[in-house]
């Protein structure tokens, strides 16, 4: 494939990069409905009130580990818009949907609040379920390329007002990226096919290891710890796994512990991180090829402690 053209996506598939440990890392994602027009910064160049973009972003500097996306779907424009505050929690996890007849109302709505669970009974629903599809083709022609047509084909599949257009998720070599929401699960390079099973799976409350990138409540080598554990465990059920412990234990290494609450067991892996010995274009508007982060699985232990059933 020529230089002068190219998709940072196939660039990466034809790498052989494995996905896992590569999630966008945050607990609390606020996903606000724009149905106009996306420049390459979305939320800076979107033509929302001052005050209103005022109070996100006061709302994402003092919820800790907070993210934004503008969302939006193919249809035509009704005169009202959504609005989810999503914990993408580890236990628990929850969405809270408001319906605004104008952005203004997000003013005298209490996000912090929101994303604690401290909202209208009617508003939270543990059991909703949002799948976002990068589509922010201003930001990387790859998110256009292969994500909007796997929008498309969710949504005529039947997943309806459940999917949705998002801007930049993080990770445009990845495309099409696939979120589901509120467990914040990333998938990457997803097909057609794939999404089929992929949804199937987390209506089920099961995981889908080949193309999974890991949990947006966890750090990026937890991420990689989650994915070793169950790739060796063939634990797959979303809640099957608890994090117990992290602990970097070199530059470069971490010791990480999840239980099984249903089974008392405990499973330890050792992970390390190197740095990939090709070279690549991570954008379509890159300039200068770079390596990569890789994390490899160097220690597995499970142990067995009937004390920590149902931990």
């Known amino acids: 494939m020529s230089k002068s053209f190219f998709y940072c996506s196939e660039l990466s598939r034809q790498r052989g990069e494995p996905p896992y440990g590569t999630a966008s890392a945050g607990d609390v994602w606020l996903l606000l409905e724009y149905p106009y027009w996306w420049g390459t910064q979305a939320f800076a160049d979107s033509a ?27 249809r035509p ?15 628990k996890p929850f969405s809270a949907e408001f319906t605004l007849d104008d952005y203004t109302q997000l003013l005298q709505l209490d996000i912090a609040g929101a994303a604690t669970g401290r909202a209208h009974k009617t508003a939270i629903d543990p059991a909703r379920q949002l799948f976002l599809i990068c589509t922010h ?7 256009a390329k292969f994500g909007y047509p796997l929008y498309k084909s969710l949504r005529a599949a039947g997943a309806g007002a459940n999917v949705w257009q998002s801007t930049h998720v993080g990770g445009d070599r990845f495309a099409a990226n696939l979120v589901c929401f509120p467990h914040g699960l990333f998938y990457a390079r997803v097909t057609e096919v794939d999404a089929q099973t992929i949804t199937a799976a987390y209506r089920t409350q099961q995981l ?3 193309r999974y990138r890991g949990r947006a409540c966890y750090t990026q080598p937890v991420q990689a710890a989650e994915y070793f554990v169950r790739a060796e465990s063939g634990l797959l059920t979303l809640d099957a796994l608890r994090l117990r412990a992290r602990a970097r234990i ?43 982060v890789q994390f490899g699985l160097d220690h597995y232990r499970v142990t067995h402690d009937p004390a920590l059933a149902h931990v």
Not at 77 to 91: G, H, N, S, T, Y
Not at 137 to 143: A, E, L, S, W
Not at 257 to 272: D, R
């Open 48 to 74: 929302l009130p001052a005050d209103v973009k005022a109070h996100l972003t006061h709302a994402l500097e003092t919820i800790p580990r907070s993210r934004l996306l503008l969302i939006k779907q193919d």
């Open 208 to 210: 889908v290891l080949n």
């Open 250 to 292: 070199a530059d470069n290494s971490w010791r990480v512990v999840f239980n099984a609450p249903a089974t008392g067991s405990s499973y330890e892996v050792t992970i390390s991180s190197r740095v990939s010995e090709f070279h690549q274009l991570l954008t379509c508007a890159a300039l200068e090829e770079k390596s990569v």
């Open 77 to 91: 424009r009704r005169p009202q818009l959504k609005f989810f505050v999503v914990r993408a929690a580890e236990d």
């Open 137 to 143: 083709g201003r930001r990387d022609k790859c998110c």
